[in-house]
């Protein structure tokens, strides 16, 4: 699974280690993502994040 970076603010979307602080789990690939998920550092949508 590879890494998303927010092309805001450059936090990376580790599918290995999920989003824990806002529901999601270690294993979710971005492209699983709920469609209103936002980054959580900046709040950009997933259509600001591109493939690292």
């Known amino acids: 699974m590879r890494k998303w970076h927010c092309k805001k603010c450059n936090y990376v979307y580790d599918p290995q ?3 824990i602080r806002h529901g999601i789990p270690e294993g979710t690939p971005f492209e699983q ?7 959580p550092i900046c709040g950009a ?3 600001d ?3 690292a």
Do not use: Y
């Open 45 to 47: 949508p997933k259509s």
């Open 17 to 19: 280690v999920g989003d």
């Open 33 to 39: 993502l709920p469609p209103n998920w936002k980054c």
């Open 49 to 51: 994040f591109k493939p």
